[in-house]
């Protein structure tokens, strides 16, 4: 007896994998600096790190975010050293976050409206990761190549099914 899959909805047909599972497939923990750090030691963990972005935790909590963006136009431009200046001068302290409920798309739209390319995800007042632009890019293009897939396969299923009936 030829045993078929359950038929999926259009909604679990079109679902993205959910934040949880997007970090879960991420390195285990997040790079982070304290607010009283000094940029230089900031830039040095980014460079040790190959990344352009840390979180800042003050006693665990989220307080803020720094990237190269942030030395290059508040310590470089404004003709101060990287070793005088302490992250929490010149850090994002309005961090904006998203939690685990949020969506792909949704997650998407905040990077462009808020012109920024990493969003750290927040549960229950803990940082639980960051999920980079790049991130998101990876899952939209494997979301798309997985119904493209099952597109194809529909499409052959039906094509084989309506041969078998003549």
Do not use: W
Request: some cysteine; proline content about 4%.
């Amino acid at each position: 007896m030829e045993r078929k899959s359950p038929l999926k909805s259009p909604e679990q047909l079109l679902a993205y994998r959910s934040l949880q599972e997007l970090l879960a497939a991420k390195p285990a923990g997040v790079h982070a600096v304290a607010p009283t750090d000094s940029v230089f030691a900031a830039l040095r963990s980014m460079a040790d790190n190959q990344i352009g972005f840390l979180v800042v935790l003050d006693g665990g909590k989220l307080v803020g975010v720094f990237s190269e963006r942030d030395y290059a136009r508040k310590v470089e431009l404004a003709g101060k050293t990287a070793r005088d200046v302490l992250v929490r001068d010149v850090m994002v302290d309005k961090v904006v976050s998203v939690t685990p409920e949020h969506t792909v798309p949704q997650c998407m739209a905040v990077m462009h409206d808020k012109s920024f390319r990493h969003l750290p995800v927040v549960e229950n007042g803990r940082l639980i990761g960051v999920l980079s632009i790049r991130d998101l890019l990876r899952e939209i293009v494997a979301h798309h190549e997985r119904l493209i897939r099952n597109m194809e396969l529909e499409q052959l299923t039906m094509l084989s099914s309506g041969a078998s009936s003549y």
